[in-house]
Nanobody
Framework: QAQLVESGGGLVQPGGSLRLSCTAS????????LGWFRQAPGKEREGVAC????????????DMKGRFIISRAISRDSASNTVNLQMNNLKPEDTAIYYC???????????WGQGTQVTVSS
């Protein structure tokens, strides 16, 4: 059974950085997409960035590229893989629950992690 587990959220001051990690396990295909999404209070969930596990190609559905950088790490036995989201120069409007999902867009993502809270505040 496919499983996604996020870690790394927390409280950070404006202008600070955070690194989120998501460990994916139970995926039978060696080539799939993993993405980061976020949902702020009262807003719809949106895609932040995604990466293809096989070749590391990335896609940023919104204009956060430059401040947010996605990367992946492939395990030797492919039993579990990790996708990271480096977030720099964080702003209060980046405050949201960040989810890991198997896709690039909300509409084509079926597997989700439990989410991790990111709060940007002074």
């Amino acid at each position: 059974q496919a499983q996604l587990v996020e870690s790394g959220g927390g409280l950070v001051q404006p202008g600070g950085s955070l690194r989120l990690s998501c460990t994916a396990s139970g995926f039978h295909s060696p080539d799939y997409l993993l993405g980061w999404f976020r949902q702020a209070p009262g807003k719809e969930r949106e895609g932040v960035a995604c990466v293809r596990l096989k070749d590391g190609s990335t896609h940023y559905p919104t204009d956060m590229k430059g401040r947010f950088i996605i990367s992946r790490a492939i395990s030797r036995d492919s039993a579990s893989n990790t996708v990271n989201l480096q977030m720099n120069n964080l702003k209060p409007e980046d405050t949201a629950i960040y989810y890991c999902g198997a896709g690039c867009y909300v509409s084509d993502t079926s597997n989700w992690g439990q989410g991790t809270q990111v709060t940007v505040s002074s």
